[in-house]
């Protein structure tokens, strides 16, 4: 089977790795890939790499109309994984993960950027407000109900993520040089992109996150977002 996308459909899937069988996962996985696993200290974060990176493959695996574990991977000097001339370079794709969630963005309309965090330390990064958040974001921030800001803090950090890993800059862009929409019922928004004004308004963002978890999704063109829940079976994988 392959699975086909439209010219300028955005497929998003979130997934819950645990629902996954780690060594159902790892055989699909490079050399490289299984020695980059063997170098984490603690087995939860081994696990949920391979986990997201075997999901990734056999995803991908569909759109490509390739076996898993021939699809190759090249990386940016900032470390942005595409899919290698030889596996289908036209689709492009982004990957996050966060303590028992995770998302995988798939496109051919542009590059894609893809975050999604785990909302239960509010109380420990609250502090993190004023360097993650650019001035106007902040004014946003502080003129929401206190009960909101939570959410808030969340929905802001994920789609400034998604902005910079469709960049591919990650932390190498500096947080307060674009601004996006902070309200978590705000529609999500680049505002403000120094490096490029006029193309703000090009950028479409949108919200993927539910059950506890924020995500968002970013791409420097118009783009209709397709979400789903991605689940062993769909990829002919066992229920762990
Ligand atoms: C890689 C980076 C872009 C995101 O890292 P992270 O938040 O730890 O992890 P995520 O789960 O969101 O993303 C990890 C995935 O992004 C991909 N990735 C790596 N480098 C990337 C880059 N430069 N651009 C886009 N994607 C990248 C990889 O596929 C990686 O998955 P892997 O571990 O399976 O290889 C990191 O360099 C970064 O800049 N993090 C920003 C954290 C932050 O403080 N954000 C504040 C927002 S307000």
């Known amino acids: ?7 300028g ?15 159902e996962l790892a055989v699909v996985l490079s050399m490289d890939e299984r020695k980059r696993a063997n170098r984490f200290v603690f087995d939860r974060d081994r696990n949920e790499f391979v986990v997201c990176r075997g ?11 390739m076996a898993p574990s021939d699809l190759q991977f090249e990386y940016s000097a900032r470390g942005k994984p595409a899919l290698a001339p030889n596996s289908d370079a036209r689709i492009q794709f982004n990957v996050a993960h966060s303590r028992g969630a995770g998302v995988i963005g798939v496109t051919c309309a542009a590059p ?7 909302m239960d330390g509010f109380a420990r990064v609250s502090a993190l407000v004023p360097t993650c958040f650019a001035p106007e974001e902040q ?15 969340y929905a802001g950090w994920t789609r400034k993520e998604a902005f910079i890993k469709a960049t591919g800059e990650g932390l190498s862009r500096p947080l307060h040089s674009f601004a996006v929409t ?3 019922d705000a529609c999500p928004r680049l505002l403000r992109c120094n490096s490029d004004p006029a ?4 950028w479409t963002m949108a919200d993927l996150g539910d059950h506890g978890f924020a995500a968002a999704v970013a791409v420097p063109a118009p783009a209709s977002i ?12 066992k229920q762990a």
Not at 199 to 202: F, K, M, Q, R, V
Request: glycine residues 6%; hydrophobic residues 50%; positive net charge.
């Open 182 to 184: 902070i309200a978590p």
């Open 55 to 65: 999901i990734l493959r056999h995803l991908l695996a569909l759109y490509a109309g």
């Open 1 to 7: 089977m392959r699975y086909e996308i439209g010219p």
């Open 226 to 237: 397709r979400a789903r829940n991605l689940y062993p079976q769909f990829l002919g994988l």
């Open 9 to 23: 459909e955005v497929h998003c899937w979130t997934f819950r790795p645990a629902q996954f069988a780690v060594n």
């Open 139 to 153: 004014a946003e921030f502080a003129s929401l109900p206190q009960r909101v800001q939570p959410r808030a803090f």
């Open 112 to 118: 894609v950027g893809v975050d999604i965090e785990r």
């Open 199 to 202: 193309s703000a308004a090009a």
